[in-house]
């Protein structure tokens, strides 16, 4: 009967190995199947794809505190946000030029060399540097709504700038409770725009003075109105007064607005005024029934400028005007006028 006994529990521990080897072997199995299927695959990416979820259970409070939480998550930046910011960076690089600019040149303004006339609004705290042929009217009209006045009711006669006196300069200048701006143009655009509306035949504004640039800077005293190559001579001869104190229709943007003296919290090119008067009015939080006119059309292209700058005589006048001009281009971030690369050729330095 021990015999028997025996023989039994070794059968079974024979089976009981039998079975333990078969499970090994299912086991060795289902491990090479899995590499073979998930080969490349990451851990990560095997876990997503089940449906076992190993994610730990945060509050999604405690998540965002500490910074995890996924930026998709997040509301995306409106149109109106993204378009601030681009204009934020833009006036900044703009302000920036500028202070550059006056220590690389350690130009000393005096605000006692402003322009008298300015764009005030006292309601909004707003001065504006208003130099002509840089877009006036339209802000003119700007400053008329600012008053609470129907832009269909305005005329550049019912409209006057603001004559600053001495004590008003500190108060409407360097007061950081206001907002001082200003607005420029391609200088050597600007002269052209000057010339056709001022100066240039058959119907000048200033016929007087056109003559009597002819007289003294034109070939002969003939009693015509000037050409715009006497212009550009009456421009470089007369400098420096022709360009600073003169008429500020072509006078330099460094002199009558002082911008090492004074720190402008906006700075408004014509080129992108679209752009930068709705930023001038989100700024100033002008109500929104209030709108800069539409960006007058750039009547002074390239082709016009050359057409202009062709009839200078000498030649060598277009180097000495941007001579003149230049801390005007390097403050306002503006290349060289395409009329001198043309005009003068690739192989003359002598404007770079």
């Not at 007058?296 to 050359?306: A, P």
């Not at 062709?310 to 503006?334: C, K």
């Amino acid at each position: 009967m021990e015999k028997v006994r025996k023989e039994l529990n070794q059968a079974e521990m024979r089976y009981l190995h039998a079975f333990q080897l078969f499970l090994a072997v299912v086991v060795i199995f289902l491990v090479v199947a899995v590499g073979r299927n998930y080969s490349g695959i990451s851990f990560h990416d095997y876990i997503k794809s089940s449906s076992v979820s190993v994610e730990p259970k945060v509050p999604h409070a405690t998540l965002e505190a500490e910074g995890f939480v996924n930026e998709t998550e997040l509301p995306a930046a409106s149109e109106e946000e993204i378009f601030m910011e681009k204009m934020k960076q833009r006036q900044e690089e703009r302000k920036a030029l500028i202070r550059q600019t006056c220590e690389r040149f350690d130009i000393k303004h005096n605000i006692s060399h402003m322009m008298p006339m300015m764009l005030v609004d006292e309601k909004y705290k707003v001065i504006h540097c208003s130099m002509g042929k840089t877009g006036t009217t339209r802000w003119k009209e700007l400053f008329w709504q600012l008053l609470g006045n129907k832009l269909k009711d305005f005329t550049v006669q019912k409209y006057r700038r603001t004559k600053i006196l001495d004590e008003q300069r500190q108060k409407f200048l360097l007061n950081p409770d206001w907002i001082q701006t200003i607005t420029v143009r391609e200088p050597f655009e600007r002269m052209i725009s000057a010339y056709r509306q001022k100066l240039e035949a058959p119907g000048p504004e200033f016929p007087k003075l056109s003559k009597e640039i002819r007289a003294k800077y034109g070939p002969v005293k003939d009693g015509k109105l000037a050409t715009f190559s006497d212009f550009i001579n009456y421009l470089v001869l007369g400098a420096p007064e022709s360009l600073q104190t003169g008429n500020e229709h072509w006078t330099r943007f460094t002199y009558p607005c002082t911008p090492c003296a004074i720190d402008y919290d906006f700075i408004g090119h014509q080129e992108t005024i679209g752009e930068d008067a709705r930023y001038f009015l989100k700024l100033i939080n002008a109500p929104e029934h209030i709108q800069h006119g539409p960006a007058n059309k750039r009547h002074t292209d390239d082709e016009m400028s050359l057409k202009y700058y062709s009839t200078v005589v000498p030649r060598e006048r277009l180097v000495q005007l941007y001579t003149l001009l230049i801390q005007d281009y390097i403050m306002f971030g503006y290349p060289p006028p395409v009329a001198l690369k043309v005009l003068l050729g690739k192989g003359n330095e002598s404007w770079q």
